[in-house]
């Protein structure tokens, strides 16, 4: 029997008190990872997703739905430009790169996106398996969908119209999708996409084209090529002076500025990740008062106990020691606790709101600042215990003796 | 409080006998080091316990000397084995469970060896107290008070015990109460007075 041995006597020796405070700790720092692993994740998606991007150009609408569509999958398009509208850019000498994209169909969820092989290589995304697209209706998967429906190269697929899967949609089955390459992971959106050819996307929806009315305006019937965006990145800081204007000014492009609508959407968000984040913290001091009253309160009970310790020949460093092990022991369940909690609830999230998923929200990722966040709970811990313990230096063992039950 | 010049050999037991305010317990705790007199020194095998600095007079104290507390001072939260543990880990770096089990078998304990000390009834949480002073193999039991809050018959029972315990364990009893039913059981008696 040790004095590790005793403090988890103690603690067990009053467990319900134990458990209300290991409890009230673990919410605390739940969420706190919770906030964390959101924010984080969401502003590296963002940032990753949106590198070398400078502009997008497409349908007029809103401006924010531009982007979210078109660089982070995760909203519906705001409609397609003409085909012309790529060559326009491409003469441009301030524009270095124009990736087109075709969306508007999906396989089990997951988006297939028509476009070029400068699309998974701006993401840096390398083949695993098989090779990048040739032919029309060859397909390239993504790691995230090979794993999540266990596709293999040479699988025939049939897609979707919409973009997820739980719109009552209707199958193009006259035109399989072959999977001709499967990638590796790259941590960006690519690794939730169906890469094909611009030209399979027209194929699949240029035979059948009448028949699928939704998010096609009335000059689609004459069946002209389109796209649904193009991602231009700037070869020269200047074009950010002039180009956006030169689009806006076009009939029906619009140039939406990935920096700019991003910051104002984090900003939205950031307000309210703020304001719960202020109610985590006041929730983790709440948990460090109730650790401190419970120790507090143990330790007068059991006065009589540590100065007869001390008698016996206990050193004051090991009482002293014991008290804090105490604290820093119901920490530290509290914030192994709370850490699963909140990753728990982060896997929860994610594979119950689409949204979330297609965000790329990460359970089983760790965030460096969650070490932050349990070492500020150990310290909670260590300091409620801190002034109770002291009282173990100031204590008269013969006085308490007399006077202690 | 002022005593003369006292000598207590060891194995003989010893009774330091007065009414409340005589000064027992400020006694005892000049003997066990908690106090310094004003005057005089307290040796104990040999060491001169006024004269130690506080983790010196902590050692002395762990190294030679058990206490027998009237209200026992058993940990609530361990059992009546853990608590012999954590006293003999506290006086030997280390808890031996056979000399343990041994010794609370020697006080009749057995049966209880793994109860919690609310669990136990007034006898059985003395002869606990009684194991956990002696297992540390001290070579004096200091004992306040040990039988003042019992009848007749548990109180002589208590001091058979002690004695048969120091006995086994070759420990040396000092025993301060007001009690004087147990005098006739000690060879030496301190009388003090109460304060005129």
Redesign the interface.
């Given at each position: 029997m040790s004095f590790l041995g005793l403090s988890f006597a103690y603690l067990r020796d009053r467990a319900l008190n134990t458990v209300l405070n290991i409890a009230l700790l673990a919410l605390a720092v739940a969420t706190l990872v919770i906030l964390l692993l959101f924010a984080r994740q969401l502003e590296t998606r963002f940032d990753r997703d949106a590198q070398g991007i400078d502009l997008v150009v497409g349908a007029k609408g809103s401006p924010l739905q531009l982007i979210l569509s078109s660089i982070y999958q995760a909203d519906v398009p705001t409609g397609n430009i003409p085909l012309a509208s790529i060559e326009i850019l491409r003469q441009n000498p301030s524009v270095a790169k124009v990736i087109p994209l075709a969306q508007g169909d999906n396989f089990r969820g997951y988006r297939i996106l028509g476009t070029e092989h400068a699309y998974p290589a701006h993401y840096g995304a390398a083949l695993a398996e098989g090779q990048l697209w040739a032919k029309t209706a060859e397909v390239v998967i993504g790691a995230d969908v090979a794993k999540g429906l266990g596709m293999k190269l040479g699988q025939r697929f049939i897609g979707s119209h919409g973009l997820s899967a739980d719109e009552a949609a209707q199958g193009h089955d006259q035109a399989p999708f072959i999977v001709a390459g499967i990638l590796k992971p790259s941590s960006s959106v690519v690794d939730r996409l169906i890469l094909t050819s611009i030209e399979s996307v027209w194929d699949v929806h240029g035979i059948d084209h009448d028949e699928s009315g939704e998010n096609h305006h009335a000059e689609d019937h004459d069946m002209a090529p389109e796209v649904t965006a193009l991602l231009v990145s700037y070869s020269s800081p200047l074009a950010a002076v002039q180009l956006p204007g030169f689009i806006n000014r076009q009939t029906n492009l619009q140039a939406a500025v990935p920096a700019v609508e991003i910051t104002r959407l984090l900003q939205l968000v950031g307000l309210g990740l703020d304001a719960v984040r202020a109610l985590a913290v006041l929730l983790m001091l709440t948990a460090g008062l109730s650790i401190f009253v419970a120790l507090y309160t143990a330790l007068r009970q059991r006065e009589g106990d540590m100065a007869m310790l001390r008698v016996i020949g206990a050193s004051r460093g090991s009482i002293f020691g014991q008290m804090i092990f105490e604290g820093v022991a119901l920490a530290a369940a509290g914030a192994v606790l709370g850490v699963a909690v909140g990753h728990g609830v982060v896997a929860l999230a994610a594979s119950n709101f689409r949204q979330l998923a297609e965000l790329g929200l990460n359970a089983a990722h760790f965030e460096s600042g969650e070490v932050w966040i349990v070492v500020g709970a150990l310290a909670i811990g260590a300091f409620s215990a801190l002034l109770p313990a002291l009282r173990v230096f100031r204590a008269d063992i013969a006085d308490t003796l007399t006077n202690s039950r | 409080m002022a005593i003369g010049d006292w000598h207590q050999n060891s194995g003989n037991h010893a009774l330091v006998l007065g009414p409340s305010g005589s000064g027992k317990?400020t006694l005892i705790?000049a003997i066990?080091g908690?106090?310094t007199p004003t005057q005089g020194r307290v040796l104990i095998d040999g060491e001169d316990m006024t004269a130690l600095a506080a983790?010196a007079r902590?050692?002395l104290?762990?190294?030679t000397i058990?206490?027998v507390?009237q209200?026992l001072?058993l940990?609530?939260?361990?059992s009546v084995r853990?608590n012999l543990?954590?006293?003999q880990?506290?006086?030997r770096g280390r808890?031996d469970d056979a000399a343990i089990e041994a010794l609370i078998a020697r006080v009749g304990l057995s049966h209880r060896i793994d109860a919690r000390p609310r669990t136990l009834s007034q006898g059985e949480g003395q002869r606990a107290a009684i194991a956990r002073a002696l297992i540390?193999e001290p070579r004096l039991v200091v004992a306040d008070e040990p039988t003042s809050a019992l009848d007749d018959a548990n109180a002589m029972t208590m001091i058979d015990l002690l004695f048969e315990t120091a006995a086994a364990t070759g420990a040396t009893l000092l025993v301060a109460t007001h009690d004087t039913r147990i005098s006739s059981r000690f060879a030496t008696v301190l009388n003090l007075q109460a304060p005129s």
């Open positions: - | 317990t705790n066990t908690l106090i983790p902590d050692s104290r762990r190294r058990a206490l507390f209200t001072r940990i609530p939260a361990l853990q543990a954590l006293a880990t506290i006086a808890h540390t």
